[in-house]
């Protein structure tokens, strides 16, 4: 059987991807059911009842045999997921430790947990327990040598510079995102928020990658995937979720400008040694620098070393010295006057690589 990109089919995820190539996908995004054992129907205190995850799809005879699905599943997506792949899979309490334990027992590398705090979670209605606010995912290669792709710097652009921790707030799946059927009600129980998925998807795969959803839905990995030029394959059950799903899709404008989802890797940047701005005659031997508060000083020397007090060395080995420090990032520490501004020496060092792109 052919699995072409950007399709949705209908079946058995684990027979259907049992039945594509080996070592194949990218990734593996997986809603599974939860499983969550409910016990009848639940109220609000003015007796309208919750539109609770009540369908037939999320019920299992025992723990026993949700653990042989959860098996099942994980080993079919292990087999598909190329050498330097990643899973990640979301859950609640109903299901997602006994999701971790078979991922483990399988073989799988756990990377992080994330927990993705929901911004507008729903109450406890009955004020029994905590109100449930947040859910996990599990985030994972296929052993701890795995070469993955993890975009640190897109990740830590997204997030305002700030370095991206394991603690999402994003709200819930509501107003116009929520597909509907013909009357109004919620189309799927569980749809993810396309935020939610956008982060991941962000963070895991390169443009043009194919990602895999066992349990599709109404699409929300399809649709993530096409915002950011990444190919799409979805199992799904039910044709309504497939239907839905589908009109969803097709609504998406997909990626015109290339360049725009081009990722920034500072790891792959050519390097530049200090040297070469006083090469390029950026910087003049005998030039001050200081730090941005201006409370260390140093003086530019024509090899590309610096000099403070009785410390030579390095951009690097100065930028530590004058502050006591085992190590230091001499091109973020150190700044120049230009006029009467100070600006980071970093600046020099981009404009210099952005010259030799240029030439590439």
């Given at each position: 059987?052919?699995?072409?990109?950007?399709?949705?089919?209908?079946?058995?995820?684990?027979?259907?991807?049992?039945?594509?190539?080996?070592?194949?996908?990218?990734?593996?995004?997986?809603?599974?059911?939860?499983?969550?054992?409910?016990?009848?129907?639940?109220?609000?205190?003015?007796?309208?009842?919750?539109?609770?995850?009540?369908?037939?799809?999320?019920?299992?005879?025992?723990?026993?045999?949700?653990?042989?699905?959860?098996?099942?599943?994980?080993?079919?997506?292990?087999?598909?997921?190329?050498?330097?792949?990643?899973?990640?899979?979301?859950?609640?309490?109903?299901?997602?430790?006994?999701?971790?334990?078979?991922?483990?027992?399988?073989?799988?590398?756990?990377?992080?947990?994330?927990?993705?705090?929901?911004?507008?979670?729903?109450?406890?209605?009955?004020?029994?327990?905590?109100?449930?606010?947040?859910?996990?995912?599990?985030?994972?290669?296929?052993?701890?040598?795995?070469?993955?792709?993890?975009?640190?710097?897109?990740l830590k652009d997204l997030n305002e510079g700030l370095q991206m921790r394991?603690?999402?707030?994003?709200?819930?799946?509501?107003?116009?995102?929520?597909?509907?059927?013909?009357?109004?009600?919620?189309?799927?129980?569980?749809?993810?928020?396309?935020?939610?998925?956008?982060?991941?998807?962000?963070?895991?795969?390169?443009?043009?990658?194919?990602?895999?959803?066992?349990?599709?839905?109404?699409?929300?990995?399809?649709?993530?995937?096409?915002?950011l030029g990444r190919r799409f394959i979805g199992f799904e059950m039910d044709?309504?979720?497939?239907?839905?799903?589908?009109?969803?899709?097709?609504?998406?404008?997909?990626?015109?400008?290339?360049?725009?989802?081009?990722?920034?890797?500072?790891?792959?940047?050519?390097?530049?040694?200090?040297?070469?701005?006083?090469?390029?005659?950026?910087?003049?031997?005998?030039?001050?620098?200081?730090?941005?508060?201006?409370?260390?000083?140093?003086?530019?020397?024509?090899?590309?070393?610096?000099?403070?007090?009785?410390?030579?060395?390095?951009?690097?080995?100065?930028?530590?010295?004058?502050?006591?420090?085992?190590?230091?990032?001499?091109?973020?520490?150190?700044?120049?006057?230009?006029?009467?501004?100070?600006?980071?020496?970093?600046?020099?060092?981009?404009r210099i690589r952005s010259e030799l792109a240029g030439l590439a």
């Open positions: 059987m052919t699995f072409a990109p950007d399709t949705v089919y209908q079946g058995d995820c684990i027979a259907l991807m049992n039945a594509m190539p080996e070592k194949s996908v990218d990734m593996v995004f997986a809603d599974p059911p939860y499983n969550m054992q409910l016990g009848g129907e639940l109220l609000r205190p003015d007796n309208s009842r919750v539109d609770g995850v009540d369908d037939a799809w999320d019920r299992f005879e025992s723990f026993a045999a949700y653990d042989r699905f959860t098996a099942d599943w994980l080993k079919a997506a292990r087999r598909i997921l190329k050498d330097d792949g990643t899973l990640w899979v979301i859950g609640s309490y109903h299901n997602i430790f006994r999701v971790g334990a078979t991922l483990q027992n399988l073989g799988y590398w756990i990377l992080n947990d994330i927990v993705w705090r929901k911004s507008n979670p729903m109450p406890n209605f009955k004020g029994t327990r905590f109100t449930n606010a947040h859910e996990t995912l599990i985030w994972c290669a296929k052993d701890k040598d795995a070469r993955y792709t993890f975009n640190y710097e897109a394991s603690d999402w707030l994003l709200p819930l799946c509501t107003g116009g995102e929520r597909l509907k059927d013909g009357d109004g009600a919620k189309l799927h129980p569980t749809q993810k928020p396309e935020a939610l998925l956008y982060r991941i998807i962000l963070a895991a795969t390169k443009p043009g990658d194919t990602i895999v959803d066992p349990f599709f839905g109404t699409g929300t990995t399809g649709a993530a995937a096409k915002r044709r309504t979720y497939i239907a839905g799903a589908l009109d969803r899709i097709r609504a998406v404008e997909p990626v015109a400008d290339l360049e725009s989802i081009k990722l920034f890797n500072k790891k792959q940047e050519p390097r530049v040694p200090f040297g070469t701005v006083l090469e390029r005659g950026l910087l003049a031997p005998g030039e001050m620098l200081a730090d941005v508060r201006q409370r260390y000083t140093a003086k530019v020397r024509a090899d590309g070393t610096l000099i403070a007090a009785d410390t030579r060395g390095s951009i690097h080995q100065v930028a530590a010295a004058v502050q006591g420090l085992p190590a230091c990032n001499g091109w973020t520490f150190w700044y120049f006057k230009n006029r009467n501004e100070w600006l980071s020496i970093d600046l020099l060092r981009q």
